[in-house]
């Protein structure tokens, strides 16, 4: 790996390029030594270092910091981080976790809307050095009834080069609880399905079968054929190569029924369709992945991409156990048990991040209602993160204390990875 070289600057503003070659940033060490070193340091204690010195807060600020990691430094020293969506994200600062280091770094909070509020089960996926923050679910100010949910079509993107949010073109079709993924090696976002779902309705909103894509070079969403049926808070992912690359969208509710004529309640599916890009876009069915009895709806779903094949290995948190699936059979297969199980099993988060399955809890959590009766002072709630290497099939856990100022509840919060 060669050194920056002092052009690593030219692409910065002007004063902030004059700044940053009269200051020293190691003392006894040339710029472009020290910036080679200072580059190493893993992003999330980026905003910690700013506070050293002028010379540290210029460079860990500069645009070509971040560009410099990415295209220089190998995978194993970029920094596999989580991104964590507490809340709306207009309302409260995502943060992104740097679990090898045990550092938060919180993210400016996303262009606010003064018409729109409570914004839920929107997606969020990272490209690069950027973070995607598509559709949702929320309330609007200007229609009528009120507290019925609206989706959304907005599409927002946060650049870590800039450190800002910019309006992307939205959506052709409103939608929340959607399927969503980045097509492998190309510059293109695949939605599917959704509908105006909201975390405070229960079976409430509607559902659709629209599928776009999304050209991140030209800022344009293309409509493409829809699916074979409604279908909403679906997943999806991709498998194969460019030669035969297929989007899976798995899981998912549909048609509602009634309970007593009066409470609604999901008819959720036990099947998956395929798209194949190659072939027209066009969609085939798969069968059930479970027969009557063995469980009512899919868990959580996270994909673990393998680079020796093109197929990804896909994990679901169903209780304390995790399965696997296995394309061949089209069945799920039990893969291990939680070593700890969680106290409230609805709320546990459930990522895949450096090749591992991250699955977490909150712990030592106090009630607030209670806390403000007893006028106790509210203890510290830790995050647990129980850790699974599916190759070594090996657990790990670590626990750490996050500095989020609003409630984290993983039943409605919103995460997605992301290398920098």
Wanted: charged letters at 20%.
């Amino acid at each position: 790996m060669s050194p920056p070289c002092s052009s690593s600057f030219s692409s910065e503003e002007t004063q902030t390029q004059t700044q940053t070659l009269n200051l020293t940033l190691i003392p006894g060490l040339p710029n472009d030594l020290s910036g080679l070193i200072l580059s190493f340091v893993p992003y999330s204690h980026h905003v910690r270092l700013k506070s050293i010195c002028k010379s540290w807060k210029i460079f860990f600020s500069s645009k070509t910091l971040i560009h410099f990691r990415l295209k220089h430094l190998p995978i194993s020293r970029l920094s596999h981080l989580l991104c964590i969506f507490p809340q709306d994200p207009s309302i409260a600062s995502p943060y992104l976790f740097d679990p090898r280091n045990l550092a938060w770094c919180p993210l400016p909070p996303m262009p606010c809307n003064p018409h729109v509020y409570g914004l839920c089960n929107f997606t969020s996926i990272s490209i690069g050095p950027h973070l995607y923050v598509i559709g949702g679910s929320l309330f609007d100010t200007r229609s009528f009834p009120i507290d019925r949910p609206s989706s959304s079509s907005s599409t927002f993107r946060f650049n870590f080069l800039t450190s800002s949010w910019d309006r992307l073109s939205p959506m052709l079709s409103p939608r929340g609880s959607f399927a969503c993924a980045a097509v492998p090696d190309s510059d293109q976002i695949l939605v599917a399905g959704g509908g105006s779902r909201h975390t405070m309705f229960g079976a409430a909103g509607s559902r659709m079968s629209s599928v776009e894509m999304y050209d991140i070079g030209k800022d344009e969403w293309v409509a493409l054929d829809g699916l074979p049926r409604f279908r909403a808070g679906c997943i999806g992912f991709f498998v194969g190569n460019e030669v035969e690359r297929e989007f899976w969208v798995m899981g998912g509710y549909g048609e509602s029924r009634t309970v007593s004529g009066v409470f609604p309640v999901d008819e959720y599916y036990k099947d998956a369709v395929v798209m194949n890009l190659k072939n027209g876009g066009k969609w085939r069915e798969l069968g059930d992945m479970w027969g009557e009895g063995e469980r009512r709806r899919l868990g959580k779903i996270v994909v673990v991409e393998n680079e020796d094949w093109d197929v990804p290995d896909i994990f679901m948190l169903d209780g304390s156990d995790i399965f696997r699936y296995d394309m061949a059979s089209n069945c799920w297969w039990k893969e291990t048990s939680l070593p700890r199980k969680a106290p409230d099993e609805s709320s546990v988060g459930f990522v895949a991040l450096d090749r591992e399955l991250h699955v977490m809890t909150l712990v030592n959590a106090v009630d607030l209602t209670e806390t403000r009766r007893s006028r106790q002072h509210k203890k510290a709630t830790s995050l647990l993160m129980q850790i699974y290497h599916p190759r070594k099939k090996t657990w790990r856990s670590l626990i750490t204390k996050p500095p989020l100022h609003h409630h984290l509840d993983f039943k409605t919060a919103v995460m997605c990875t992301i290398q920098l």
